[in-house]
């Protein structure tokens, strides 16, 4: 199929009769790694689909054909191809039910060794783009008085690192922007989730997701070439099963009250832990008198 043709919703058939229990999802980032993961145990559990990326040809080859399944091409850094997706998942499925925010990269290295347009890149694709849909689908959610925002954040986004700089500042930005919208829609029966897994044997660390900073400084060269090898050898070998973060996933956005954070991973577990310890520990801030 052409790429023009999957953004003319009139060419797509309309299948809007929905049981009570299928949900329609659409879902960023789908054409490998833990988007692809989140489509196949969605279509399982029996839902309706909208898997989108940026290469509609490794869409199509990582998640096949289906009839419960629309791929569409979206790079969420484009609001008009958000809003575009969202109006074709309305004309095929009617609806959308769940929003699931996976699309994601990582510009790694130290804050000095980054360059300001690569951090600027890790804003956009982590925090503009989930905005970009998100904006785009809330309307959808509103009208129909129900839904679920699911975002994939991180430890990153509670907890932050050396070498994680630019990725959690885009993912502490995900925390405070999803705390802060989770109030206003909920009066509308919209409800938001955060995602916050350690290590997952997902693509985040493959070549196609990880953009290492140029080693630049002296004063970091050796720091740099230990930790690029240790990221580069963890790739494919995390302790966290991806098949079971996604079955979990499914499972709590069938609940009627989704929580408002899962912290996925045992690795996650300890650091998230140490951070919420640390601030019940500090000292209570007096006014002068």
């Not at 609001?79 to 699309?103: M, P, Q, Y």
């Amino acid at each position: 199929m052409p790429d023009a043709d999957r953004l003319l919703i009139s060419t797509q058939p309309k299948e809007h009769t929905i049981s009570s229990n299928e949900k329609v999802w659409l879902v960023t980032g789908a054409g490998r790694g833990l988007g692809a993961d989140i489509v196949r145990a969605a279509l399982a559990a029996g839902h309706r689909v909208v898997a989108t990326g940026r290469d509609p040809k490794k869409l199509d080859a990582a998640l096949g054909a289906h009839d419960k399944l629309l791929t569409l091409k979206l790079d969420i850094t484009n609001a008009e191809e958000a809003k575009a997706a969202s109006a074709a998942a309305v004309a095929r499925f009617g609806r959308i039910d769940v929003l699931v925010n996976n699309a994601g990269n990582f510009y790694a290295g130290f804050f000095e060794e980054l360059t300001p347009d690569q951090v600027r890149q890790q804003i956009e694709t982590l925090l503009f783009g989930p905005m970009n849909v998100t904006r785009a689908a809330l309307p959808v959610m509103r009208k129909q008085r129900a839904g679920l925002v699911l975002t994939i954040s991180s430890t990153a986004g509670l907890v932050g690192g050396a070498f994680c700089t630019g990725y959690a500042a885009g993912k502490f930005g995900i925390e405070g922007w999803m705390e802060s919208l989770a109030p206003e829609i909920e009066p509308f029966g919209i409800a938001t989730m955060l995602v916050e897994p350690g290590f997952f044997r997902t693509e985040l660390l493959s070549a196609d997701s990880t953009t290492f900073a140029q080693p630049s400084i002296e004063d970091y060269a050796d720091r740099t070439a230990g930790t690029i090898a240790f990221l580069s050898g963890l790739d494919g070998k995390q302790p966290g099963d991806p098949v079971k973060l996604v079955s979990a996933l499914v499972q709590l956005a069938a609940l009627e009250k989704p929580p408002l954070r899962f912290v996925a991973g045992t690795d996650a577990m300890q650091p998230i832990e140490a951070k919420a310890h640390l601030c019940r520990s500090m000292p209570t801030c007096r006014r002068s008198r």
